[in-house]
């Protein structure tokens, strides 16, 4: 399973909708990670997963839900065997769509964008710890509050 996994932290949101709120069932969420130092904008589907300020989610990317690392071809699989996402609350299949190295006086910094169907993410931080996403990547992401 540890090589399913690409990413995975403990978010504590800091703001909700920063620039304004755009639709009513989504809000943009802002949270920053305790152990990787991770920041990330995140399109949520409040109305079926509500999120509020302050409150901590251990996000996780996944390359499949699959326990045993086989991958799958993104469709939902109904045979109701045990799956990654039984371990989560909100789940979401995506596409890294923009990788982007940044410009920082410091440590280097990378954003990577992931798609999921309209819903967006951007996720920034240290390269070290987004090594294991590709453009064009599939990937899941994976939600429970802590």
Do not use: W
Not at 41 to 47: F, G, M, R, S
Not at 51 to 68: I, N, Q, R, Y
Not at 107 to 115: D, G, L
């Amino acid at each position: 399973m540890a090589d399913t996994v690409l990413f995975e932290d403990i978010f504590s949101i800091t703001q909700l909708d920063p620039d304004g709120k755009k639709f009513d069932k989504v809000s943009r969420i802002v949270a920053h990670s305790e152990q990787f130092d991770m920041d990330v904008l995140l399109d949520v589907n409040i109305d079926i997963y509500p999120m509020h300020v302050g409150e901590k989610f251990t996000l996780a990317l996944a390359s499949t839900l699959s326990l045993d690392g086989t991958l799958d071809d993104g469709t939902f699989d109904q045979s109701r065997r045990k799956s990654l996402a039984d371990k989560y609350e909100y789940v979401m299949y995506g596409k890294v769509y923009k990788y982007t190295d940044l410009d920082t006086k410091g440590p280097a910094k990378v954003e990577s964008y992931v798609s999921f169907g309209g819903l967006l993410m951007c996720l920034k931080g240290d390269p070290n710890n987004l090594n294991n996403l590709a453009m064009d990547q599939r990937v899941y992401l994976l939600m429970r509050k802590v």
